[in-house]
C-alpha cells in the first residue's frame, strides 16, 4: 500500500518499448549495473547477452527493463538508486529544487526539459515535488535556528 503524502508511490509509470530522446542517469551506478549483471553465474554470459524489453519512466527516473536471448532472465537496469532516496533527493525533487533555486517554476522546467530532449513532469507532479523541497528546507531552517539558539 503506498505510503500516504507518498505521490511517487501513487504516480503510475510511463511505459514505453521504444527508446528516444535522452535522459539524465547515475553515470557510476549505471555502469555497475551493467558490469554486475552476470546472471549465469561462472559463464561468460553477460548484458551483452541481453535485449531492450521496454523503458518505464518517472519523469526523470528510469527503468529499462532487458531479457536474456538464452534464458530468459528478465533484469532492470536504474538510471539512479533509489534504495536511499529517504536521505537524497531523488533527480526528480532535485530538478525541481534546481529550477527554483535560479528563481523558475514550472514554465522553465518544462521548457529545459523540451529544449534538451528529455521527459517532463507534469504541472501536478512539479507541485507535490515542490511542497516536499519546501518542506525538506523548512525542516533544515528551523534546525539551523535551533542549533544556533543552543550555541
Ligand atoms: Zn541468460
Redo the contacts with the bound molecule.
Keep these: 500500500m503506498p505510503k500516504e503524502g507518498n505521490s511517487e508511490c501513487v504516480r503510475k509509470l510511463a511505459v514505453a518499448n521504444v527508446l528516444s530522446g535522452r535522459r539524465i542517469v547515475h553515470i557510476v551506478y549505471l555502469f555497475t549495473q551493467i558490469q554486475n549483471e552476470k546472471?549465469?553465474g561462472d559463464t561468460d554470459?553477460s548484458f551483452m547477452?541481453m535485449d531492450f524489453v521496454k523503458e518505464e519512466v518517472d519523469v526523470l527516473h528510469c527503468t529499462w527493463i532487458f531479457k536474456?536471448r538464452?534464458?530468459n532472465?528478465v533484469s532492470e537496469i536504474m538510471s539512479e538508486n533509489r534504495e536511499n532516496k529517504e536521505t537524497y533527493m531523488t533527480i526528480n525533487e532535485t530538478a525541481v529544487h534546481r529550477i527554483l533555486a535560479t528563481g523558475g517554476g514550472y514554465s522553465q522546467l518544462s521548457e529545459c526539459s523540451a529544449g534538451v530532449d528529455m521527459h517532463c513532469m507534469s504541472n501536478k507532479t512539479f507541485l507535490n515535488h515542490m511542497k516536499k523541497v519546501s518542506d525538506a528546507i523548512d525542516d533544515a531552517a528551523l534546525q539551523s535556528m535551533v542549533d544556533a539558539a543552543e550555541e
Design positions: 546472471h549465469h554470459r547477452d536474456c538464452v534464458c532472465i
